[in-house]
Every structure is written in structure tokens, then in C-alpha cells.
């Protein structure tokens, strides 16, 4: 069973935000660096960011650099993705990934990743 669940996702206009969370279940998540990836139709899954809570670094591709947010919610025990300025390429399904430990540089690369939700399906369009 897997230890992360997506939430969040939705059709949205061109222009608009979405807010999606990863519940990390029974995940110590100071010890865990969590990434976004996203799989559009007939393209390869891809990195979208990154948050490692050691020293909270994150880390962004360049598509998504200064529109979406990655951040930690303490409360909830999640990992969040905000996603400002929407484009249509944006449209695809959203997967958060865990693995323990830190992860700079190579964080992009699904390989390093244990641990998978299921995905949540973010459309773009007018």
C-alpha cells in the first residue's frame, strides 16, 4: 500500500492555480525528500519540483520556474505543489514520490524514488 496519496487536481482555465498536497502516511518527513513529477499523454513522466524538509531546499524545472510553489504543510503533514499561471502544457497527471534522505543535484530522476502515489489528473483548458 502506498504511503502517498495525491489531492487537488482539477480542469482549470488557462491563467488559473491549483493546489495540490501529497499526504505523506506514517512518513517521518524530515527525513524524506518528496518530488512532483508529472506524465502528460504519450510523453515520458518528468520532475517538476522538489522538497527536501533537511534545510528545506527545493528545486524546480525550468518549465515550471517562478508560476508553481513547493512547500511543506506542518499541520497537515503534507507536501504541496501550487501551481500559479496554468498553461495548457501544464495539462497531465501529477504524482508525488518520496525517497529518504536529501537529494540535490539528480533530483529529476523517477529512478531514485521508492515510494509513488497514484496521481491526480490537472487539466488546462478553456
Known amino acids: 500500500q502506498s504511503q502517498l496519496e495525491e489531492s487537488g487536481g482539477g480542469l482549470v482555465q488557462p491563467g488559473g492555480s491549483l493546489r495540490l498536497s501529497c499526504a505523506t502516511h506514517?512518513?517521518?518527513?524530515?527525513?524524506?525528500?518528496i518530488a512532483w513529477f508529472r506524465q502528460a499523454p504519450g510523453k515520458e513522466r518528468e520532475g517538476v519540483a522538489s522538497?527536501?524538509?533537511?534545510?528545506?531546499?527545493?528545486n524546480y524545472a525550468e518549465s515550471v520556474k517562478g508560476r508553481f510553489t513547493v512547500s511543506r504543510d506542518y499541520a497537515r503533514n503534507t507536501v504541496d505543489l501550487q501551481m500559479n499561471s496554468l498553461k495548457p502544457e501544464d495539462t497531465a497527471v501529477y504524482f508525488c514520490?518520496?525517497?529518504?534522505?536529501?537529494?540535490?543535484?539528480?533530483?529529476?530522476?523517477?529512478?531514485?524514488?521508492?515510494?509513488w502515489g497514484q496521481g491526480t489528473q490537472v487539466t488546462v483548458s478553456s
Open positions: 514520490a518520496a525517497i529518504a534522505g536529501s537529494v540535490g543535484s539528480g533530483w529529476e530522476f523517477e529512478e531514485l524514488y521508492h515510494n
Open positions: 522538497y527536501t524538509s533537511s534545510g528545506e531546499f527545493t
Open positions: 506514517g512518513l517521518f518527513l524530515d527525513a524524506y525528500t
